[in-house]
């Protein structure tokens, strides 16, 4: 209580008092309800509570992110790949590449040394198609390209010239 | 370890915001309050810095980045002693750390860091400048290549000191802001309330932030650094308003604001709106909006000579007014926080108490301007903004969230020094 109304009636002094402590009491409630609100929240985004994530995106939801093999996948093939190398990373669809922001953009960023390029640069018709192929989860199928490195995550592909 | 040299970087940046020091009205807050707005202010400067080498053709290094640095660092000016008790920091201490739990152990990550934030602040960094060949690549045109360059900026400029880009570090960054937001609240706050009220709405103002980052899943996103600037630009104009040096620090946030995200513009102009309004100070509300709209003036130059402007495009989208009621109603009830809207209501239920609801006017009209021009935004465009609404709107108005609690503080103080 900073600045007491000294002036006032014994009962206008309570009930300032009174006032005073509810406008400091009731924000700090406020804030312990919202922390125990947040420990909650971060406790249903599963175990381990305390261990080291292997990637960023490893306890953002009940559930698994999508991309989080990918990010274990390029850190992988990342000193597979030589420096300005055209590369692109996608997770095949019936063993064909396919549109997949989800996969290529994080390569992007990740892959700093290479040249990352859209999935369709691995499509039959693309001329000439990239260097490398990062593929997520399911292989790649394709005339050109041959399997050089294989993960738990996915594979890498070289293109034959 | 390259995640520790990337962070100390870009703590360091905090010299570069040393010149507020030499404000008086910095000078007379608590210490760690000096640091909070230095560090804010800093941001911007050095991000505005790196876009100036980057104009001239001056590539960034060490040399470039660093001897800038350590000049403004020189210009540090020790304040007023302002005695503490170091219990009325429990509350925002605990939300502090659980904030960086949440960013250590990867469970309030936002994809966006990986799809462009991260992307564009690595090939920037490569670049040594802003790579505007980059951002005009048709392949990566999804990157929101027009989108604010500022968190790129900072992120590059972690990497000049770590020699690469960290995504862990960015996470953390985010959790920083919202403890910088925080502090320099509380700091700002605490002349016009007294310690413990200040305290009492820091602490709920952390929490909330601090929640409110987790349940959207923000964090090495750009909404961290856009609530610290928010909330430093408000709080400075509702409890120093007469002040010219809250009305230097005032202009620096709201230019960081503009150039942080696309919202940023509309909050900026909601802010400048609300202050013209409420305090019928036309001169001052001009001085405030030169800089900032200089800072946005120039990105948008750059974004269309370069032939890259998609969200800044007037008329890009059709509006659709008729469609208000289903978006005042996804909205409602998308930012719930899945807390039965328990962030909002802890910014509400202390105006039952208010001593001082005219001071809240400005603060109030910043709140119902972001929530206006939020809903405003949801309104464009052909197709239905539900899917937009789930994935965006808890975390963009957790900005008026964090703004009705600075609002409920400033109606709960008294009249001392305001």
């Known amino acids: 209580m900073d600045e007491h109304p000294c002036h006032l009636t014994g009962y206008l002094l309570v009930r300032t008092d009174t006032r005073e402590r509810l406008q400091i009491a009731v924000p700090f409630l406020g804030a312990v309800l919202l922390c125990a609100m947040l420990m909650a929240r971060f406790h249903e985004r599963r ?5 080291r994530p292997e990637t ?3 306890h953002v939801g009940p559930e698994e992110h999508q991309a989080r093999y990918t990010l274990i996948l390029l850190e992988k093939v990342q000193p597979l790949l030589p420096k300005g190398a055209y590369v692109t990373c996608f997770r095949p669809v019936n063993g064909k590449q396919h549109d997949d922001s989800a996969n290529y953009l994080p390569a992007v960023g990740l892959l700093p040394d290479q040249i990352v390029l859209p999935a369709f640069t691995a499509s039959d018709d693309s001329e000439p198609p990239v260097d490398y192929v990062v593929a997520v989860g399911e292989p790649f199928v394709h005339a050109r390209y041959t399997r050089i490195a294989t993960f738990p995550e996915g594979a890498l592909y070289r293109a034959s010239r | 370890m390259s995640t520790v040299l990337w962070l100390a970087g870009v703590v360091a940046m905090t010299m570069f915001g ?5 404000l008086a009205y910095v000078r007379m807050l608590e210490r760690p309050a000096r640091v909070a707005i230095a560090f804010a202010c800093g941001l911007v400067t050095g991000g505005v810095l790196m876009a100036l080498e980057s104009l001239v053709h001056v590539s960034w290094s060490r040399a470039t980045l660093f001897v800038p640095l350590v000049l403004a660092g020189c210009l540090w000016r020790r304040g007023e002693r302002v ?47 802003i790579d ?65 009220r200040a305290a009492a709405f820091a602490s709920l103002l952390a929490a909330a932030l601090a929640y409110g980052l987790a349940t959207s899943n923000a964090a090495g996103g750009a909404d961290a650094l856009l609530y610290l600037l928010a ?30 995200k696309v919202e940023g513009l509309p909050f900026a102009l909601v802010i400048l709106a609300a202050y013209l309004v409420s305090r019928r100070r036309v001169a001052a509300s001009l001085a405030l909006a030169i800089v900032p709209l200089l800072a946005i003036g120039a990105w948008v130059f750059a974004i269309y000579h370069r032939h890259i402007a998609d969200a800044y495009t007037i008329g890009r989208k ?14 409602a009830v998308r930012v719930n926080y899945r807390a039965a809207w328990l962030p909002w209501l802890a910014g509400i239920v202390p105006f039952a108490f208010a001593r001082n609801p005219r001071r809240a006017l400005f603060p109030l009209l910043v709140t119902a301007g972001t929530i206006a021009a939020t809903l405003f935004f949801y309104l464009q465009g052909e197709e239905s903004p539900k899917w937009w609404i789930d994935s965006s709107a808890e975390r963009v108005l957790l900005t008026s969230v964090a703004l009705l609690i600075v609002a409920a503080a400033s109606s709960s103080g008294g009249e001392t020094m305001c």
């Open chain 1, 47 to 51: 175990a381990p509570w305390f261990g």
């Open chain 1, 56 to 58: 960023i995106l490893d």
């Open chain 2, 18 to 22: 040393a010149f507020v020091t030499r």
């Open chain 2, 83 to 129: 005695p503490m008790r170091a219990w009325t920091w429990t509350l925002l201490a605990i939300a502090a750390v659980l904030t960086c739990y949440g960013s250590l152990t990867a469970r309030q990550s936002t994809a966006d860091l990986l799809f462009f934030w991260g992307p564009k602040a690595v090939h920037f960094y490569g670049a040594e400048k």
């Open chain 2, 132 to 196: 505007f060949e980059f951002l005009a690549a048709p392949h990566y045109f999804l990157m929101h290549s027009d989108y604010p360059p500022l968190l790129p900026l900072v992120c590059a400029f972690g990497a000049v000191a770590a020699h690469a880009v960290s995504y862990w570090g960015a996470l953390l960054f985010s959790a920083l802001c919202i403890v910088a937001a925080a502090v320099a609240f509380r700091g700002m706050a605490r002349p016009c309330l007294g310690e413990m």
């Open chain 2, 231 to 260: 909330i430093v630009a408000v709080s400075a104009l509702t409890f120093g308003a007469e002040d010219r040096g809250a009305h230097i620090v005032a202009a620096i946030a709201l230019t960081g604001l503009v150039l942080v």
């Open chain 2, 318 to 331: 059709p509006f659709h007014p008729e469609r208000i009621g289903e978006v005042m109603r996804w909205t």
